[in-house]
């Protein structure tokens, strides 16, 4: 079992920055991968980004350039660090712990609003 705690989402222009924070425990943090998805009103739940446990990642095309994901695996915590926001970035962001290759844990969302 693995405990999932986001914070850092808010309000803020277009061109604005926001650091999401994960905070994790249970199970064997240093061995999981772990990610970032989000959800916007009416639309299915999708990744953003994904960081394996020896450190490689992974983005969706739509925030290549602009967000970074990174670990602190002594912490126990997962940042997403979002530059340049879009109002389509405006959604629920979501912490997830896998299991194998799939996602299986989740934290209980942050809203990200990104809005002029």
């Not at 924070?21 to 061995?31: N, Q």
């Not at 979002?82 to 934290?107: F, H, Q, S």
């Not at 809203?111 to 002029?116: F, P």
Request: proline content about 3%.
């Amino acid at each position: 079992q693995v405990h999932l705690v986001e914070s850092g989402g808010g309000l803020v222009q277009p061109g604005g920055s926001l650091r999401l924070s994960c905070s994790a425990s249970g199970s064997t943090f240093s061995t999981n991968t772990m990610g970032w998805y989000r959800q916007a009103p009416g639309k299915q739940r999708e990744l953003v980004a994904s960081i394996a446990s020896g450190g490689d990642t992974n983005y969706a095309d739509s925030v290549k350039g602009r967000f970074t994901i990174s670990r602190d695996n002594a912490r126990n915590m997962v940042f997403l660090q979002m530059n340049n926001l879009k109002p389509e970035d405006t959604a629920v962001y979501y912490c997830a712990a896998y299991r194998l290759i799939l996602p299986r844990y989740w934290g209980q969302g942050t809203q990200v609003t990104v809005s002029s």
